[in-house]
T-cell receptor, first 122, second 113 residues
Framework: GAVVSQHPSWVICKSGTSVKIECRSL??????MFWYRQFPKQSLMLMATSNEGSKATYEQGVEKDKFLINHASLTLSTLTVTSAHPEDSSFYIC??????????????????FGPGTRLLVL | AQTVTQSQPEMSVQEAETVTLSCTYD???????LFWYKQPPSRQMILVIR??????QNATENRFSVNFQKAAKSFSLKISDSQLGDAAMYFCAYGTSGSRLTFGEGTQLTVNP
């Protein structure tokens, strides 16, 4: 239980283009999903909290116009990196927390993580 | 603001031995959750164990157990009978109901055969 997928797992794009990353909770519903960025050998840095049906809450210093988040359903959140530049190259990870009744082998108030997306901007 | 501190950037253990990873946190909340996540080279974050602060009993999951000292704000992870597959970065994390997680800086665990 508690499986979160991310797509794509690996993306290379040219500078100036936009990239969309999808995060799906496969066996549970999630009112709230989270987007993190991680640099090599460092901890996770929260970028934004994605709430189903409402605007995302961004952390201080994160450009909301550059990192567009949409949480259109209880199982899907997307992160779009607009006009990507080489400094946006990083590892992006999403997480989701079961809402309502948690199923077997999963806990409420617990974040389950996707496998991450490696973004390289040339 | 809540903070989580992992004072051991690196640890090593011999296969089949026991190792303890340290974590301390700071909060003024009385109701919260604590977690240990494992991140192997694949970089997939895997939940190892969770503890609800209102529960006095220490959580256990097979070879993994915690020593939760609420008054001392300490939450250490003990790995018994270490296996090669336990080699990973381990992150301690703190969270409250419905909110973000605060992560420590991580401890890189090496398991020597």
């Amino acid at each position: 239980g508690a499986v979160v997928s991310q797509h794509p797992s690996w993306v290379i794009c040219k500078s100036g283009t936009s990239v969309k990353i999808e995060c799906r909770s496969l066996d549970f519903q999630a009112t709230t999903m989270f987007w993190y960025r991680q640099f090599p050998k460092q901890s996770l840095m929260l970028m934004a909290t994605s709430n189903e049906g409402s605007k995302a809450t961004y952390e201080q210093g994160v450009e909301k116009d550059k990192f567009l988040i949409n949480h259109a359903s209880l199982t899907l959140s997307t992160l779009t990196v607009t006009s990507a530049h080489p400094e946006d190259s990083s590892f992006y990870i999403c997480s989701a927390s079961p809402s309502g009744l948690a199923g077997a082998s999963m806990y409420q108030e617990t974040q389950y993580f996707g496998p991450g997306t490696r973004l390289l901007v040339l | 603001a809540q903070t989580v501190t992992q004072s051991q950037p690196e640890m090593s253990v011999q296969e089949a031995e026991t190792v303890t990873l340290s974590c301390t946190y700071d909060t003024s909340e009385s109701d919260y959750y604590l977690f240990w996540y494992k991140q192997p080279p694949s970089r997939q974050m895997i939940l190892v164990i969770r503890q609800e602060a209102y529960k006095q009993q220490n959580a256990t999951e097979n070879r993994f157990s915690v020593n939760f000292q609420k008054a001392a704000k300490s939450f250490s992870l003990k790995i018994s009978d270490s296996q090669l597959g336990d080699a990973a970065m381990y992150f301690c994390a703190y969270g409250t109901s419905g909110s973000r997680l605060t992560f420590g800086e991580g401890t890189q665990l090496t398991v020597n055969p």
